[in-house]
């Protein structure tokens, strides 16, 4: 499929963790998870800093799954491997954002294909990126013409040195419009990702530079729904679930971890205190899409990664400054997600598949990483449960002979996985490894 790709992909895993063929004897949720990780490092193309096969926030996705896997795992060589492919991505990838820094007021200009810069005007029309809703109200991003095609020489991430705090000069200088691209979830992914790469290293570098991003996307705070909120993109024309609830886990996060402690705790309050009084919860205690564009629910569907993100936000804000309503309503909502999403078998679903395009294949692992969270700050068994349900079904009936993951996690695998479907089933694997 990849031929060089894979040759390099291959050595990068070949030193991790042998891929062996047919491992259906495996029970050890550890194990699982590292092939899983061998078979996903096969789509990282280091001279992108991204995953081939799948979208500019889905690779904040799997970068923050790499952390994820890291954090729960002290393996030496998936330490040294994801400390690399941080540092990696943080220096290819940001010729491949596609619309960067439509927030700002300068010319937008983003690397094309042959090295060229292309500049698109002050609405970010032209850049060739988008993001639309279809009729199944499923969002299809569209991407620029040729994006995320390898350019340049191959990188080697083993390669390349491990950056600690103190070497700062030799990380290129993070630049904020390099990760912002006027749709405010896909910087808030990268938010994410990048904290999750701190608590990996515990480089400022990269705490700093999700700093600088919520910082671009908190400058758009208000919408015509309260003046409170933040709308999906530049665009201003959607009100949704996904970006307030990265708003609210974003600077929550950031409350425990960044200096201005304070600060974040303020906006965390200020997102929830909206998000609860938006109508976006329903009365089963699930969160459809967003809002209507006078401001009531819309009744859309509801994604099994707005029932996820939350939670996470919750728990971090809880920590932050505890209050018990915090935990109570995620744990209202988790349970009222998993009974409305799992099937007869406590399976999850969201009702794109087995057709979920390009980014409806992220969201149920999502969901997962953010129950775990929960599950931490307040166990249920109803949890473990529903976790070691998903993560052996995604190994037993979901897996190829090559360990790679598809959309379906009730099965049976269907061909080709991506790496969008591969990350996102990953992250059940990831969940079992920490309530064995
Ligand atoms: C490459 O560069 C030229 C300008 O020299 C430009 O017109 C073209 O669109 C660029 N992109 C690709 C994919 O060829
Ligand atoms: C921006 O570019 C798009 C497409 O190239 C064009 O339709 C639109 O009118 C332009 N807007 C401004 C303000 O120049
Ligand atoms: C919301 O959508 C569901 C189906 O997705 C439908 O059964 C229900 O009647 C709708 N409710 C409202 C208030 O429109
Ligand atoms: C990844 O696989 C899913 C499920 O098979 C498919 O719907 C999606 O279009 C694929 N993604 C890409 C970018 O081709």
Redesign the pocket.
Known sequence: MYPSLFIHTVMLSASFAANAFGQSDISDPTTRAEFALSALQIFYNAGTGLWSTTGWWNSANALTIVANLAKVDGNQQLQSLASRLFANTLVQAPPQNPQPGVEGNHNKKRE?????L?IFNSTGAGSGYNKIMDNNDEVVTVYP??WNKPTGAYIDVMQLPIYKTGEKAKIATADVNDWIDGFYDDDLWWALGWIAAYDVTQDKEYLTLAESIFAAVATTWGTNCGNGGIYWSWQKSYVNAIANELFLSTAAHLANRADDKASYVAWAKKEINWFTASGMINSRGTINDGLTSNCKNNNMTTWSYNQGVILGGLVELNRASPDDSYLALAAKIAKAAIAELSDDSGILHDKCEPSCGADGTQFKGIFVRNLQLLHEAAPDDAYVKFIQTNANSVWMNNRDDGNMLSIDWAGPFINPANASTHSSAMEALIAAITVK
């Open positions: 094309d294909l042959n090295d060229t292309v013409e040729g």
